[in-house]
């Protein structure tokens, strides 16, 4: 007699099969199965003489079995049992008994006869990840961090025994090799047991909810990302040692006029994929990812102050109009905080004056020019240029002091720190033309 007990998973009859043998390993007829009671009954043995009698009793191993003993998520016990049956005679009946078996295991009795145990466990695993987009400036390799915890199916986070995450890992952002405005993440795949996953985080059903989000503090030109994305998977077990992913829906948080609440972007059944597991038990399509998108808009700004200066000779200081333009023909002011359009620099005045001032001949006037992420026309490098003129303006009706009709050319090398801050570094020069020849530049 045998007995079979499984974990992991319930018993059916005849899964398992035992063997009885002679001590020599002679198989005595054929292999027993168990029923779904775990009981393996062997038929009858004949016993000749008095004294002891050898058996031994194994499980049968399948083939295709590991040198481990597993197969198909089962881990097959490899105890091998001596069973000893003594025979005397009897004189009073005038036959030969038998006393009861004693079973050892390496010599030592086994007190509970011929006890196999056996384990089934399944497993599987699921990638989860998302997109980054970020506007403004490229991404770098590593740069946001995203959190992926283990919830409910209302996004609440599950919390252990000791208030902690009951699951819990991050994962940092990579950028995009062709459009470094874009990345992905990646966490590394979330390994399922004997139809449950191991952190436990299973409201039951095969069901599993992942709450995803991103690790962000405002600040250096970044807002914070509220954003987050509730995701389920539904977990199958193959009966053969596999349990099978499938990502079946990914929710996003949303906030309005209407209210608060979780709303579906992404189902396996509307994309057509049905995320069917791989034969590793892993989850197969992973277009749920593009769903979970998390986008960020950077910002950032730099100021400069341009000084110029005004002499007059043989006379006091009249009134005098600077203005500051984007082209060298000096007909298109450059923005100013009254009109729209960046990426050529912005001013707070376009045109500035100086007033008449009969106790001097020299004034100063300066403009306030600014810069934001627009003018950073080189995303790689973090750098950009703008190019400003200036030029007096013509002198007001009355004035008897003759225009002076120098032309400035201001270059500004813009460096982004990557921070939300943009410096600039000025150069100036002035057009001069000499005669018969084309106007030139004299820093």
Known sequence: MAWRT??????????????????????????????????????????????????KIKEVIPEGASKDGVKDGVTYDKTEYTVTVTTRWDAEKNTLVADDPVY???GTVAPDGAQFTNHYEATGSVPLGGTKTLSGRNQKDGEFTFLLQAADANGNVLKGTDNEDLYRQTAVSKADADDKTRGTFSFDP???????????????????????????TAGKGLAANSQKFLVEVTVTDDGAGTLNTAVTSVKAWTEGMEGQGWSEVWTAQTSGSGDAAGADGTSGSDDFKQAIAFENTYTSAGTATLNGSKTVTGGPMRDFTFGIYTDEDATQLA????????????VASNKVSVPANQNS???????????????????????????????????????????????????????????????????????????????????
């Open 335 to 346: 923005a100013d905080d009254t009109t729209a359009g960046e990426g050529k620099g912005r």
């Open 6 to 55: 499984l974990t992991g998973k319930d018993l059916t009859e005849g899964a398992f099969q035992f063997q009885l043998t002679t001590a020599d390993g002679t198989p005595i007829g054929d292999p027993v199965s168990a029923d779904a009671d775990g009981r393996a009954a062997f038929e009858d043995v004949s016993l000749k003489g008095v004294g002891p009698h050898t058996f």
């Open 190 to 216: 979330i390994e399922f047991k004997e139809n449950k996953d191991s952190h436990d985080a299973s409201e039951g059903g095969g069901r599993h909810y992942y709450l995803i989000t991103e690790q962000l």
């Open 104 to 106: 050892k295991v390496d």
């Open 361 to 443: 001949t020299s004034a100063n006037f300066s403009f306030t020019v600014r810069f934001t992420q627009a003018d950073i026309t080189e995303k790689e490098s973090g750098t950009g240029t703008v190019i400003l003129y200036v030029k007096e303006e013509n002198a007001a009706a009355g004035n008897a002091t003759a225009n002076d009709t120098t032309l400035y050319r201001v270059t500004y090398s813009l460096k982004d720190n990557g921070q939300g801050n943009i410096t600039a570094t000025p150069k100036v020069e002035k057009q001069v033309t000499a005669e018969g020849q084309e106007p030139a530049w004299e820093t």
